[in-house]
């Protein structure tokens, strides 16, 4: 994921999860066929789309905690990322609920619950992405993909039209806190996964989205660096600990 910059500044760019500068966007990728990630959401606020974010209940996305939401709504069913689609559904956000632990300066627990003013009707394209069952570190070498409505170029600045995807592969912490990566700053730590491929990242705009290993999800984009598909800056994502599943778990609840 390229420079993950908080997504949610508009500074010279809108900086939005791959998921520290939150750049997420997906770069390297393709369109999804329309609506074959009915799991997806986009937040949307008066500039357009600010993070991305997955269905985890009728009422309830899972997002990244640096995702600035005051005044936006989520957006169900999309695939445009411009237009009004007959099979959306739109919500306003009733309450956002960052992890008690979300650390800005580290990174760390950049996970947040939106719990949207009413319930989603599910159908074919809007449905619910289960959590996964265990919080298994998806080990290096392992594909995951990751999805948005981010950047797709650097130079220029260009965002798609649709829902693209990427795949993209897990490095060692090691490697990503080593001098030629990340070097330490911040720290990438347990409860986050460093994964991406030359050319192949998410950028600003995709914050919030799922990463899914195996068709499992298994983290949220989070930060990357300022250049999106920068073979020294792979993006990060927060990582669904155990920790995390039970806090998600708990504040849903029966709601």
Known sequence: MGAFLPWYTFTALILLAI???????????????PHSRPFMAQIKGKRGIICGGALIKENWVLTAAHCKVKKSKVI????????????QQAFQ??????????DPSTKENDIM?????GRAKLNKVVQTIPLPSSDDDPKPGTVCSVAGWGMTTNHPVKYPTALMEVNITV????????KKHYNGKPVITESMICAGAKNKDSCHGDSGGPLRC???MRGITSFGKKQCGNAH??????????????WIRKTIGGA
């Open 19 to 33: 998921h520290g500068g939150l750049c997420v966007d997906i770069i390297g990728g393709n369109e999804v066929a």
């Open 76 to 87: 169900l069913g999309a695939h445009s990322s411009n237009k009004r689609e007959k099979e």
């Open 93 to 102: 956000i009733a309450k956002d609920i960052p992890h008690p632990c979300y």
């Open 113 to 117: 619950l939106l719990q949207l003013q």
């Open 171 to 178: 490095i060692r912490r090691e490697i990503c806190n080593d």
């Open 214 to 216: 195996n068709n499992i």
């Open 233 to 246: 800056g792979p993006g990060v994502y927060t990582r669904l600990t155990k920790q995390h599943l039970v």
